[in-house]
């Protein structure tokens, strides 16, 4: 199976930057669809972004539209998250997700692994 390790979490104040990465284990990265997910304490688990395959497409949640950016390097099995102008309401702990079948879909039933989750506060 997929392992997922992300990093990159931390405490930043509002408007400021940090950059999340999602190392996979699987040897066919670059056939996999990849998503950011987020999760609030006493929250429902929320899409926040995700890419295709090659990285040629990509779709977010109005939310952080223009604020955050997914890219994906398929030579270093990594997916990242930039998060600028950050806000409070940001806060939350943050996993990625692949889809062996290359799907980057908003509902998180396509997603095949989960990663551990990485920590982003956002304080005002």
């Known amino acids: 199976q997929v392992q997922l390790v992300e990093s990159g979490g931390g405490s930043v104040q509002a408007g400021g930057s940090l950059r999340l990465s999602c190392a996979a284990s699987?040897?066919?990265?670059?056939?996999?669809?990849m998503g950011w997910f987020r999760q609030a304490p006493g929250k429902e688990r929320e899409y926040v972004a995700s890419?295709?395959?090659?990285?040629?497409?990509?779709l977010y949640t109005d939310s952080v539209k223009g604020r955050f950016t997914i890219t994906r390097d398929n030579a270093k099995n990594t997916v990242y998250l930039q998060m600028n102008s950050l806000k409070p309401e940001d806060t939350a702990v943050y996993y990625c997700?692949?889809?062996?079948?290359?799907?980057?879909?908003?509902?998180?039933?396509?997603?095949?692994?989960w990663g551990q989750g990485t920590q982003v506060t956002v304080s005002s």
């Open positions: 997700a692949c889809a062996l079948g290359g799907s980057y879909s908003v509902l998180a039933g396509v997603y095949d692994y």
């Open positions: 890419i295709s395959r090659s990285g040629a497409t990509t």
């Open positions: 699987g040897r066919t990265f670059s056939s996999y669809g």
